[in-house]
């Protein structure tokens, strides 16, 4: 009687199945793996800056403007529409939706959300990856909330391109339980919760991270499985083996071009290229010896050859890069090729011979960089570098490697290394994002101009700085194209006669993901999944075959 009890129980169920799946309802199964070899840094709106914090950032919550994935088309989001901007450019009004809640329930108003925006103002300057520094202090003298769905941004100064920089990841309401009002909150515990298409229902650091739909969400990227889990990769060989297994849906980011190759010949497996604005440099304190010495800095670029880097670790597959400002950027130049000429190693120990190094008084350099998060072949190209400065025979370079969520604040915090690698994506797609955050107040641990508080701009190092900063700060509010792209074109020679930074390559990002993976036809780039020059990745577009 107990087995036919049963039977009938589980013939039942198998049914019951049967009809949910007829009529549509998705099942346990239709969860999408995605693996990366990024590592988390921050996850606080108000501290969060390297790409994968953003990305995650993104998904889980909302802006009052966004980007259509896959192309660099600026809509309304949570705004009812664009902002109603004052004769003389310095108030922005927006109205925000109505109907906008947090994954657990919340409901989003906006004297909730100028608070949580305030943190940018208030502990934004003091959390350690400097983002409030870079987007929002040098601009944004206030934000209030004079009703429930009016959000009121006061500027400093005009911007041309304010509107882009509410588009990012910074200006994203965070929950007020979840995100304290008087700290950063780097790693929250999970389950945590935003306003956007999905929340975090798990996250093991350095594992796992496990994204679920937001019930709530009433906006256009509505989530199509019922599942994301990104799966952290402590290397790209690892990742590239679990995609071509299956033990993951998406690879993303950071593979290098012999993994690509292998993988576009993987049956099942398609690769798409990513054209954005990927750059690759190595950053400096200005403040902090040897660094500190203009006749250094000359030299180091006047050693190092980018083609040796691009032909010897990327097999040709990137770009040499002669400016802060990257090809089809307004201003874009080549001004380190022109007034370097570099390789140029009798040119780099005349630099050096100006401050008294020799042979037998030689200048040690210390040099960091992450080992994975730009992909494994960062340390192959260091080592380069460090064969092309010391092939001057003055130049003694120590490299070290370190962990990224202990790296990037260490190095754009300003206090702890000479100099590092970094790269960088656009925040938002006009000129002064690959100038600005390299100069104004602190620079991202340039210290060209240190950091003072209640400064725009902070205070520059000497009178060259100055000059620098005069002209980024006109360019951000010359609305005539003209002038602005001269203004660029004058400030990257001076940022060049600085080494404000040192550009090396600029590289295509690749996607690589499984034939049962697609992106939605409904907006661009559905062949790299929706990811647009902009690299950002929208999760919710994604949809999984059985």
């Known amino acids: 009687?107990?087995?036919?009890?049963?039977?009938?129980?589980?013939?039942?169920?198998?049914?019951?199945?049967?009809?949910?799946?007829?009529?549509?309802?998705?099942?346990?199964?239709?969860?999408?793996?995605?693996?990366?070899?990024?590592?988390?840094?921050?996850?606080?709106?108000?501290?969060?800056?390297?790409?994968?914090?953003w990305e995650l950032i993104r998904n889980t919550g909302r802006t009052l403007l966004r980007w259509n994935p896959g192309t660099g088309d600026l809509v309304a989001d949570m705004a009812t529409g664009m902002p109603v901007i004052s004769d003389d450019g310095l108030t922005y009004t927006f109205t925000m939706k109505d109907d906008i809640k947090f994954?657990?329930?919340?409901?989003l108003t906006a004297p909730m959300f100028a608070g949580q925006l305030n943190r940018l103002l208030t502990i934004g300057p003091s959390c350690p990856n400097d983002v409030a520094d870079t987007l929002a202090i040098p601009y944004v003298e206030s934000i209030t909330a004079p009703d429930d769905t009016t959000i009121v941004f006061q500027l400093k100064s005009a911007v041309a391109?304010?509107?882009?920089?509410?588009?990012?990841?910074?200006?994203?309401?965070?929950?007020?339980?979840?995100?304290?009002?008087?700290?950063c909150v780097l790693f929250p515990t999970a389950p945590f919760?935003?306003?956007?298409?999905?929340?975090?229902?798990?996250?093991?650091?350095?594992?796992?991270?496990?994204?679920?739909?937001?019930?709530?969400?009433?906006?256009?990227?509505?989530?199509?499985a019922d599942k994301i889990i990104i799966r952290y990769f402590s290397d790209p060989q690892t990742m590239a083996l679990a995609v071509q297994n299956g033990e993951i849906d998406v690879a993303w980011r950071f593979l290098g071009p012999q993994l690509i190759t292998e993988l576009e010949s993987?049956?099942?497996?398609?690769?798409?290229?990513?054209?954005?604005?990927?750059?690759?440099f190595l950053v400096f304190n200005h403040d902090m010896p040897p660094m500190d010495d203009p006749n250094v800095l000359k030299a180091i670029a006047s050693s190092v050859d980018r083609d040796a880097i691009s032909d010897s670790v990327?097999?040709?597959?990137?770009?040499?890069?002669?400016?802060?400002?990257?090809?089809?950027f307004m201003g874009a130049t080549e001004v380190f090729d022109t007034m370097y000429q570099a390789p140029n190693l009798e040119a780099a120990k005349a630099f050096l011979a100006d401050s008294g190094y020799d042979e037998t008084n030689k200048c040690v350099l210390d040099l960091w960089y992450p080992p994975e998060h730009y992909g494994a072949e960062t340390s192959a190209w260091m080592e380069i570098i460090k064969q092309q400065l010391e092939a001057t025979g003055v130049f003694t370079v120590n490299l070290t490697a370190q962990e990224w969520s202990t790296y990037v604040p260490a190095l754009t915090g300003g206090n702890s290394y000479q100099g590092g690698v970094l790269g960088w994506f656009f925040d938002y797609p006009d000129a002064s994002?690959?100038?600005?955050?390299?100069?104004?107040?602190?620079?991202?641990?340039?210290?060209?101009?240190?950091?003072?508080?209640?400064?725009?701009f902070g205070v520059a190092i000497n009178d060259k700085a100055q000059l620098l900063l005069d002209l980024l700060s006109a360019a951000d509010v010359e609305t005539d194209m003209a002038k602005r792209e001269a203004l660029y074109v004058q400030a990257q020679e001076v940022y060049a006669d600085l080494v404000v930074t040192l550009p090396l390559f600029f590289q295509a990002e690749h996607i690589t993901y499984r034939s049962n993976i697609r992106g939605s036809s409904d907006f661009g780039s559905p062949e790299t999944l929706n990811i647009g020059g902009n690299v950002e990745f929208t999760y919710s577009m994604l949809t999984k075959e059985p």
């Open 1 to 53: 009687m107990f087995k036919k009890s049963m039977y009938i129980i589980m013939g039942s169920l198998v049914i019951i199945s049967m009809l949910l799946t007829a009529c549509g309802t998705k099942t346990a199964e239709n969860q999408i793996i995605i693996g990366v070899t990024d590592q988390i840094a921050s996850l606080d709106p108000a501290d969060a800056y390297s790409t994968h914090d």
């Open 103 to 107: 994954a657990d329930g919340l409901k």
């Open 161 to 183: 391109y304010f509107p882009q920089l509410v588009a990012t990841a910074p200006y994203t309401p965070a929950h007020p339980d979840t995100f304290l009002a008087s700290e």
């Open 193 to 224: 919760y935003g306003v956007g298409s999905w929340f975090v229902s798990q996250f093991t650091q350095n594992e796992q991270l496990v994204l679920e739909p937001n019930k709530h969400y009433t906006g256009d990227l509505k989530p199509q």
């Open 266 to 280: 993987t049956d099942g497996l398609t690769v798409g290229t990513v054209d954005g604005g990927a750059i690759r």
């Open 314 to 328: 990327y097999s040709g597959t990137v770009n040499p890069l002669y400016s802060p400002n990257p090809p089809g």
């Open 433 to 456: 994002n690959y100038l600005d955050p390299f100069v104004y107040n602190g620079g991202m641990g340039t210290d060209v101009a240190l950091a003072a508080d209640g400064s725009t």
